[in-house]
């Protein structure tokens, strides 16, 4: 009989704090894992390291090119309008509250991720095999499942109590839909089950019933807050994490026995960047960077005449859409950008190249898709100009990469996921951007760059000793559909 897999998916599980952690002895349940299993330090995430995008990444072997959600926010130029997953109350409540929680509740999963590719869920259904679902943002299975709304929402009438989706078989999404009939942990004052002990609990349902499918997803969202708020060294959020995870392994008869039929795979999705502690300094604040332009107000809900600019703010990364080329042409706003020596990498496409400007590095770097340099996941591209740019180093027409892990792909995937001529800004360790109502973490962390201390997340592997075709996110699909 094959292993049943277990991916347990950490939000901004990273390296430094996790060996911090463990050496403290302040995290028995995840050194009992090391100890019993592999280490991979530097697994790529994919650029905006954002969660849903990650997922989405995740599940489907992509990058955004392919599954096509650019980030937790971004601009739909087919309905001209900002989709916004929920970076933060403000924003969602100026965008329509309605709109964002359909965004969030429905389009995401069953509209936006693209249809061209399958999630790990669906694939494995294929196969007559099962799976579940435990609070992960990118959810969409084979399966019919009820989202019902709790108490209080259910009590505003202009939201719809219930909404069908299709999710895995097993599929818990906060309060909306759970298997366990424990109710603790799940109340709207426990954020409606988006929280670390409910995903733990609905899971340790599973164990106890005997119901652990083939491929078990269960994502610990907690520790994304923790660590924007105390920085990325930060060991209470891991140590909190750890209880949970010390009561998963209890609820199998000894800790032993928790790896004997089950390979586990314990992964974080995005790093964190530190922001400094000045508030002046630390915020990049695009409105004010781009103060001579006309720019969307979120209330305007879509860009008028005379609006020349709409931003999409992800953390340490934004989107930033010319609407009126006419009046504003990319090159400028580009010049503009390139002004404050906080921007690190402002990227764009022309044509079907990809141009790539610094504001701490001369020139240009120009790349395309297919030709003779090869980089380390067999990735061919053809490069002119300052390759210092994006820290690429060649030899005999093999591309390095070092501050920004698969940096080509990432920057291509990210300018190509969605329709129109967009303009990509990545920031420095330090500093993140904001818009209009955006959340802000200073003297803590964030996240969303580029850069690898955004970019780059620890994996521990029980129970086999196969191991990716490449440390990447999107080829941990391919590997897990191996392992089942
Ligand atoms: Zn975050």
Known sequence: MSKKVIMLLIDSLMYPSLQKAVNEGKASALQFFMDHGKLYQDVVSPFPTMSVNVDSSLLTGTYA???????????????????NYGSHIRELVKL??????????????????SKEVKTIHEELADQGLTTASINTLIYRGKFDQMLKCPFPLNIIPSIKNKNFTKGAKQFTYGSFSKQ???????????????????????????????????????YFPDMDKTVHKHGPLDTKGLQSLDLNLQKILNSFSTWEDALTNNIWILLGDNGQAPIENDPERALIDLRKLLGSYRIMKLREKTPSKEDEIV????????????VNEVRVPTKDIVKQLQSDDRIDVIAYKKNDHIHVVSSVKEGELIFKKGGPYVDPYNQSWEINGNIDILHLSINNNTISFDLYPDALARIY?????????????????GFEFIGEGSPTHVGGASHGGLHKQDSLVPMIVTGTKSAPKYLRIIDLKDWILSLI
């Open 180 to 218: 366990s009939p424990r109710k603790k942990y799940s109340h709207f004052w426990n954020r409606y089950g988006f929280n670390d002990s409910f995903s733990a609990q609905e899971f340790i349902y599973l164990i106890e019933s005997n119901l652990l499918p083939h491929f078990s997803i269960v």
């Open 413 to 429: 995937s990210s300018l190509t996921s969605h329709q129109g001529d967009y303009i990509t800004v990545s920031a420095k360790p």
């Open 65 to 83: 090119d392919k599954h096509q959600i650019p980030g937790l926010v971004w601009y739909n130029e087919t309905e001209r309008r900002l989709i």
């Open 311 to 322: 931003l999409a703010v992800n953390e340490r990364m934004a989107y930033i859409y010319p």
């Open 96 to 113: 329509g509250l309605m709109k964002s929680l359909q965004d969030i509740f429905f389009h995401l999963n069953n509209e936006h991720l």
